[in-house]
């Protein structure tokens, strides 16, 4: 068995998800109530020994209220950033064998037993990762000790990500893992399978 730590960088400022649309900060709270149910869900998941959030200073309380470790993000923002920060702390707190996984905070379908399943088959390999559902992004990536990871979310990241090594993960494209949100309309097509948080924002938006 492999224990994990979970690194998930979290905007948190009136500019998350403003490709939602509308005003700036108008879907802000939507974003928010997003990365919360993500990150509840990683903590629920079998062989997590802790997520560590890396987010603003605003929406810091939000997310050590349910139990996560939260890190304010500082140097220059961007999600490159925060993921290095949160690797980078990370990794002192895990000892040889452990597992650290970058996950994004924009699965709002995400449950526990996906990402538990998904953790057991990265379990076998040092480097792993799950595409997005399109197949050219990256939800999720993993490294096991003492490997170190090499991050490269953006544009066309499976490809890149494949590329520095690691194996991607056969996981259902059906998955809530594999299903990250950019638009209202790709919230919508997951309607009676969101999180709470994000069933309740959503309904108001």
């Known amino acids: 068995m492999t224990d994990w730590w979970i690194v998930v960088p979290v905007k948190g400022t009136a500019h998350a998800k403003s490709r939602f649309g509308g005003s700036l900060g108008a879907h802000a709270p939507l974003a928010r109530a997003i990365a919360l149910d993500t990150v509840e869900a990683a903590l629920a998941t079998a062989g997590v020994r802790g997520v560590l959030v890396v987010t603003s200073a605003e929406a810091s309380a939000d997310f050590a209220g349910i139990g996560a470790t939260v890190v304010v993000e500082t140097g220059r923002p961007g999600l490159a950033s925060a993921?290095?920060?949160?690797?980078?702390?990370a990794t002192p707190g895990s000892s040889t064998g452990d597992g650290i996984?970058?996950?994004l905070g924009d699965l709002p379908a995400l449950t526990a037993e996906e990402l538990g399943h998904a953790l057991e088959l990265a379990a076998?390999?040092?480097?792993a990762m799950v595409p997005d559902a399109a197949g050219t992004g990256t939800t999720l990536i993993t490294a096991v000790g003492p490997v170190v990871h090499v991050p490269a979310?953006?544009?066309g990241s499976a490809a890149a990500h494949a590329a520095a090594?690691?194996?991607a993960l056969p996981v259902s494209a059906a998955s809530g893992l594999r299903r990250d949100v950019d638009t209202l309309d790709e919230l919508r097509e997951l309607t009676g399978r969101l999180g709470a948080r994000t069933t309740a924002a959503f309904r108001g938006a």
Do not use: C, D, S
Request: aromatic share 10%; hydrophobic share 60%.
């Open 153 to 155: 979310f953006g544009v």
């Open 165 to 167: 090594g690691y194996v």
């Open 83 to 89: 993921i290095a920060q949160g690797i980078e702390l």
């Open 124 to 127: 076998a390999h040092r480097l």
């Open 101 to 103: 996984a970058v996950l």
